[in-house]
């Protein structure tokens, strides 16, 4: 039997999955958490052998608890559960010590069958993605690979492109600092960036500041 934990902040997502591996008797749904400081800390305590790890969570995302997880609990498989399909948040997971990548609207059976195989000891890459590892050019930008944002995000990055310090967001949003740092992180994960000129560059070439 395949313990698996579920990290993922979306309830529809979660509500779905659950259905699905109802129907599947290889695989015990263990536990269910919504975002990476909740996984790390029920680790300490729940066994797992398969993580399906949301990419983009609240207060430590998928690529950060995914680092984490592989340091501490080596045997512990994790696969990557995302809406985006672009090489730069493959490439950023798989990097992080993902076994495997797998897109939010694949079929029951490619996820049943992701798991497995991750368990399995092999690395599991979805059938739409596109070829990550090889050396041709990417995909001409539209609008479709530009990240979805919310709003509070979008306001986190005004404020960062007015050249506004951390307390100085938090206190013009009425939000505290460690909720400023968490939105800045998953704004340089959702852009692809190392960093807040890269990001602010970003926003400029796409026009969103």
Not at 5 to 15: E, F, G
Not at 75 to 100: M, P, T
Not at 176 to 188: A, F, I, K, Q
């Amino acid at each position: 039997m395949i313990r698996l934990i579920i990290a993922d902040d979306h309830p529809v997502i979660i509500d779905g999955l659950r259905t699905i591996l109802k129907k599947e008797g290889e695989i015990s749904l263990v536990a269910e958490v919504h975002d990476g400081a909740e996984l790390l800390k029920l680790l300490r305590k729940q066994k797992a052998d398969v993580i399906l790890m949301d990419v983009n969570m609240p207060e430590v995302n998928g690529i950060d608890a995914t680092r984490l997880v592989k340091k501490r609990y080596p045997k512990i498989k994790v696969l990557a559960f995302s809406q985006y399909d672009e090489k730069r948040f493959v490439k950023q997971i798989l990097k992080s010590g993902a076994n495997g990548y797998l897109l939010k609207n694949s079929a029951a059976s490619e996820i049943l069958q992701a798991i497995k195989l991750v368990h399995e000891g092999g690395l599991f890459l979805s059938s739409e993605l596109p070829s990550v590892f090889s050396g041709s050019e990417p995909k001409k930008r539209s609008s479709y690979f530009i990240p979805d944002l919310s709003k509070r995000e979008m306001e986190v990055l005004q404020q960062i492109y007015l050249e506004k310090n951390t307390q100085e967001i938090a206190g013009h949003l009425g939000i505290s600092p460690h909720t400023v740092e968490t939105h800045r992180s998953n704004l340089l994960l959702k852009v692809g960036v190392k960093n807040m000129a890269g990001l602010i560059k970003w926003a400029i070439e796409n026009e969103i500041v």
